[in-house]
């Protein structure tokens, strides 16, 4: 890679940064999206590596309905649905924890109720 490659792939590493933090590009999503056909095009593993990181947080609607879905190349589309289910999975762990938290103080309090009851 030559040293202009490698100061155009920081360039627009360092441009989706500052547009995910802003939201000034229209829909900042679609912007990694687009970095990415960019960087499979001129084999920037680094920026590709950031923009299918993001590229985990959109939802499979919008990606499906990118312009040039299509031309994601099939590792990167497997690694952004892979990271998206990893992400689904955690919340999905955390929110059954939460539920069990929930059913087990509901059962305490219930049988709280009773015992009151039962004593008063």
């Known amino acids: 890679m030559t040293k202009l ?5 920081d360039y627009l590493i360092d441009f989706l940064e500052q547009q995910q933090s802003v939201r000034y590009y229209g829909p900042s999503r679609q ?3 687009d970095l990415l056909n960019v ?5 920037l593993k680094t920026l590709q590596a ?4 993001k590229a985990q947080n959109i939802s499979l609607w919008e990606l499906k309905n990118h312009e040039i879905y299509e031309k ?3 590792s990167n589309y497997r690694k952004i649905v892979e990271g998206r289910l990893e ?3 955690k919340e999905l762990s955390a929110t059954q924890q939460h539920v069990r938290g929930l059913e087990s103080a509901s059962e305490r309090k219930v049988r709280e109720f009773e015992w009151a ?3 008063n």
């Open 5 to 9: 490659t490698e100061k155009c792939e």
């Open 87 to 89: 992400k689904m999975e």
């Open 117 to 119: 009851r039962e004593n």
């Open 72 to 74: 994601h190349s099939f």
């Open 31 to 33: 912007l990694c999206l």
């Open 50 to 53: 950031v923009c299918v990181d």
């Open 39 to 43: 960087a499979q095009e001129y084999d």
